[in-house]
């Protein structure tokens, strides 16, 4: 058995989410639950030591499916908007050539 993530996403009142996360470790039958987030003033530019917080892959991936549930979604900058959109223009200019051809074969027509 492995780890599994939780994660909870509520929305606030105010266009927010709070986020809630927690691990179950199968291995030592535990229950991890991720404490808040605090911020600390630091000299300009400084970086951290050690990352704000870790995912493994299947953990980030529960998260993002999580967020898209509340309805947040990439900047179009990402490019899944436009490229959709360019690929069902694509498609409905395809669509146009061989319908358009295969009637003109029909009507005896070239």
Not at 12 to 26: K, V
Not at 35 to 50: H, I, M, N
Not at 60 to 83: N, S, Y
Not at 86 to 104: E, G, P, R, S, W
Request: with cysteine; glycine share 6%.
């Amino acid at each position: 058995m492995k780890n599994e993530l939780t994660v909870c996403i509520q929305k606030t009142r105010h266009s927010g989410l709070n986020i809630f996360i927690d691990e179950f470790t199968a291995g030592q039958q535990k229950n991890l639950l991720a404490q808040p987030l605090t911020f600390v003033e630091t000299e300009l530019y400084a970086c951290c030591e050690a990352p704000t917080f870790s995912l493994s892959e299947t953990g980030a991936q529960h998260l993002m499916d999580q967020l898209w549930a509340c309805g947040v979604r990439p900047i179009e900058e990402v490019g899944t908007t436009k490229q959709v959109e360019a690929i069902q223009a694509h498609l409905a200019d395809m669509k146009k050539l061989v319908f358009n051809y295969d009637t003109k074969i029909k009507k005896g027509t070239q």
